[in-house]
């Protein structure tokens, strides 16, 4: 299962990896390569139990993944919803797939998310505002 979860993100990193550089043109500069994201992530059925469960295994509060700037994750009457700034969609994919997919599996989570990457075009932190909470 979790070979299939990294299958799901990879091709869909593919797809929006392929559409923006149409849109913005073939050529990559240092510019676009360094441009943080943001992740919006949408996972029915996943309870605040197995997300707990899936934290304390992964300890991602303990050792933050490389590229990951913040996360931020709340519960609607349906799923799990989840929002992160990482400083490339691949950092977000290669946490998911070294780290994250094998914890989801052993939580028994299944199904799979929606899931969204847009170019981060501002980041404010209010001072004094540090840590999980």
């Known amino acids: 299962?979790?070979?299939?979860?990294?299958?799901l993100f990879a091709r869909d990193?593919?797809?929006r990896t392929m559409a923006g550089r149409r849109r913005q043109g073939a050529h990559d500069t240092s510019?676009?390569?360094?441009?943080?994201v943001v992740m919006f992530m949408r996972w029915t059925g996943v309870t605040p139990e197995q997300y707990d469960?899936?934290?304390d295994t992964?300890?991602?509060e303990e050792a933050a993944p490389a590229g990951s700037q913040v996360h931020v994750a709340w519960f609607d009457d349906e799923a799990l919803n989840v929002t992160d700034v990482w400083d490339s969609e691949q950092a977000f994919q290669t946490f998911f797939a070294e780290r994250l997919a094998p914890a989801?599996?052993?939580?028994?989570?299944?199904?799979?998310?929606?899931?969204?990457?847009?170019?981060?075009?501002r980041r404010f932190v209010t001072p004094g505002v540090v840590g999980g909470a």
Do not use: Y
Not at 1 to 7: I, Q, S, V, Y
Not at 31 to 36: F, I, K, N, P, V
Not at 104 to 121: M, Y
């Open 1 to 7: 299962m979790a070979a299939h979860l990294c299958a």
């Open 13 to 15: 990193l593919a797809r």
């Open 31 to 36: 510019e676009e390569r360094t441009l943080a």
């Open 53 to 55: 469960t899936v934290r």
């Open 58 to 60: 992964v300890g991602w």
């Open 104 to 121: 989801v599996e052993k939580a028994g989570i299944t199904g799979g998310p929606e899931s969204d990457f847009r170019p981060l075009h």
